[in-house]
């Protein structure tokens, strides 16, 4: 029996069947996006309270929460989440966040919207898609452990990860450093210059140990430790550099915010 050919001359690939692992794959990252997303338009079926639980520890145990990401795994067969509270309360705080911002910098209302846009859509999602992108493709590609069954890093799992570590940069750098930016680290003593930058360099560490967490959570991956120390080791030699050159990164920061905002009004 004579079999198909295409116009080169070369038969197609074969379509992924139902029962197939490929098949299975695809659809069931369709189905759950499909169902992620339209539970963002039912709010009374979101579990706040346990959005809330899991934020008041990935402040203290961040562990405890990946430890939950496993249950899931367990009981739903997927890593990341399916329900989308954490995105809605991480909005919330985004959007109270930027009002002090406001305030503070005194950008008036055009400038609280310019400022609530960029910090939504390109310092949290923007970032957080390029970066859980590249570490995606990076887990995938080369932190495969062949010993064990090959298994996906699904791309939704690793966006959580980075709302995970995403919370309590807001925490340190929206609201902690807003608190003290004008009576405390809004000046070019040493003593403000050192507070400013240790307090980008805890947030940014925290940023760099909770992802680590998240990837080191899925036991088909191996040496995730490279996620952890040579990002820290380069944030570690740029704050030592900012602090001998008596740079106050919370000054820069709030300029560019300024700008950022300002300027498109």
């Known amino acids: ?4 050919v295409s116009v080169e001359g070369v038969s197609p690939p074969p379509t992924p069947r ?14 759950k996006r499909q169902k992620y997303f339209r539970r963002l338009l039912k709010v009374r079926q979101m579990d706040f309270e346990f959005a809330m639980w899991q934020m008041i520890y990935l402040m203290s145990a961040p562990q405890k929460v ?8 367990q009981t739903k067969n997927q890593w990341a989440r399916d329900d989308p509270a954490f995105l809605v309360l991480l909005s919330i705080c985004l959007c109270v966040s930027s009002i002090g911002f406001a305030l503070v910098l005194k950008l008036g209302f055009s400038g609280f919207v310019y400022f609530l846009l960029w910090t939504v859509f ?10 859980s992108s590249c570490l995606w493709f990076l887990a995938n590609n080369y932190l495969q ?11 939704g799992f690793a966006f959580d990860i980075h709302l995970n570590a995403f919370f309590p940069v807001l925490i340190l750098l929206h609201v902690v450093q807003l608190i003290f930016f004008l009576p405390v680290l809004n000046s070019e003593s040493i003593v403000a210059v050192f507070l ?3 307090l980008w360099l805890v947030a940014i560490a925290y940023y760099i140990y909770i992802t680590f967490l998240g990837y080191s959570a899925l036991p088909f991956l191996k040496r995730t430790i490279v996620l952890l120390y040579p990002p820290s080791i380069v944030v570690f030699v ?7 050159t008596k740079s106050n990164l919370s000054q820069a920061i709030m300029q560019v915010y300024t700008h950022r905002a300002v300027g498109n009004t």
């Open 1 to 4: 029996m004579l079999q198909s």
């Open 18 to 31: 139902p029962g197939s692992p490929k098949f299975d794959n695809r659809h069931t990252a369709q189905a």
């Open 66 to 73: 990946y430890r939950n990401f496993q249950y899931r795994k």
């Open 122 to 131: 390109v310092d949290c999602i923007g970032c957080g898609i390029v970066i």
């Open 145 to 155: 452990n062949s010993s064990t069954n090959p298994q996906d890093v699904e791309w």
């Open 196 to 198: 400013a930058d240790t």
């Open 238 to 244: 740029i704050y030592v550099l900012l602090l001998l």
